[in-house]
């Protein structure tokens, strides 16, 4: 990076390894429950691994898909070593089935899939591309061997010819409404990115940066390549899992925490060990939740500033933070300002228009990491990027008067009660104030009267009960009426789209069991007080 944050024209995400292992070769790069790696293991093992790939006949622009369990060493040198090389690398959800995979495999064309035993059954005959090579870790003793014939010196020469702004990595959006689409982005955009969180969270070489989220989605990418902007330590808990995350944290000494998901978290925050545990190395926690939620998870680490962020696939990850200094409402209720880099508009989603700080709207955003394209889907690019460059995102926002945004919903999220626009965040907000409820997500029902009405879905705490009635009355009178639930539905397990609630199917969930039972209109609402004085 410049001095003055910019992208060099030459600058690689593995040149800043690079130079690294050069400076601080033995400092902490990656560090997960059981290993670590230093920077210079980092750059020798990425170097070794871009030989093999080189043998196995991977060339720039060949995309090399990777699909492993648990992240590890391993993964993160095979993923760098395609960078090295000029190839572009595509992280397979691990929580893929065939068809999802099928998918993936036919859009981005991969020449190499990199994966291990345990995934053979999901990758059914004809789920790859012809032409694709199948590298089992386990199994490949051809591909491990092949050092043999790609020297250090080849390796270094194809480096050369990879610039920052060539494509490095496809990311495939969640897909929780459609079939997932390959986000491209480039060197520049995440070594921006990476300076721009790094310099947000003032991170230095001493810190160490903890998440649990997959490499699969763009948070861990993200989380990695803010810590080797300061040259500070990547920790990952691999495999989630929220006793192993607390002695992680702990032993670890993570200053700097990005659990992303209230239902990681929270799993953290109940487990019984919490309570004994040492997070005193905590400097700063980084969280997604609704205002009621996120004031919970402060409550239960009140010695560490929690600040919630937003962001996309599309937006390389994050697009704003906020920042520790902030009052407690506004870290709870705001996810912070844009980074440095990205410029942000709220526009009217029908006419285009800006409009006035604390109205709702659209949110576009465009600058150094905004995407470069959906891979393979120009028609998709061109109906989301405008001929300014902005990205439409579909996402409901609002600024408040000190400039910090607030994220809503999606816009399709949107529930339209009987012509009235109703947020599903604000009554899943009020709905977390209820002591029994630990999660709740709210979502739109077809009715005959109000063309949808709010149905919510919850996961009670454990050992305490409550009826659905009594959870709809607890917004009766509270939140305005054509906010209320109509129907409340309790639930043990979420439909989960990696770290997210698959809303598409609690919405296709509900409308199948109304229509079965034959309901197309839902009860008028009445208060316990009207029902017992009849």
Known sequence: MSPAGQVDERA??????????????????????????????????????????????????????????????????????????????????AR?????????ARDARPSILITSGRFLPVISEGALPNGCRLLVRDEAADFLEGTDRVSVDQVRALERRVGADDPVRIVYTSGTTANPRGCLHTHRALLAQGEAVAERLELTADDRFWTPLPMFHVAGWSTMLAAQARGACFNHVGLFDAGVAIDQISTQRCTVLFPGFETIWMAVLEHPRFATSDLSCARLLINVGVPQRMRVMQERLPGVPQVSNTGSTEACGFLAIGVPSDPLDARSSTAGRELAGMEVRIVDPETGEDVPDGDAGEMLFRGEWRLREYFGDPRGTADSIDAHGWFHSGDLLRRDEQGRLVYLSRIKDMLKVGGENVASAEIEDHLLTHPAVHMVHVVAAP??????????????????????????DFCIDRIATFKVPRYVRRVQEWPMSGTKVKKVVLRERIAEELARSGIEEAPRLQSSAARTSR
């Open 96 to 104: 893929y089935k065939t068809r999802e995979l099928t998918h993936l």
């Open 447 to 472: 009715d005959a009267r109000y063309g949808e009405v709010p149905v919510a879905f919850v996961q009670l705490r454990a050992g305490v009960e409550v009826t659905e009635q009594e959870l709809i």
């Open 12 to 93: 690689t995400i593995t040149a800043v390894i690079d130079r690294l292992a050069e400076l601080a070769p033995d400092s902490p790069a990656v560090q997960f429950p059981v290993c670590r790696m230093g920077y210079g293991e980092l750059a020798e093992s990425s170097l070794l691994a871009a030989r093999r790939l080189a043998a196995a006949g991977v060339r720039a622009g060949d995309r090399v898909a990777i699909l492993l369990g648990e992240l590890d060493g391993d993964y993160l040198s095979s993923a760098l070593g395609a960078a090295r090389i000029g190839a572009v690398v595509v992280p397979v959800n």
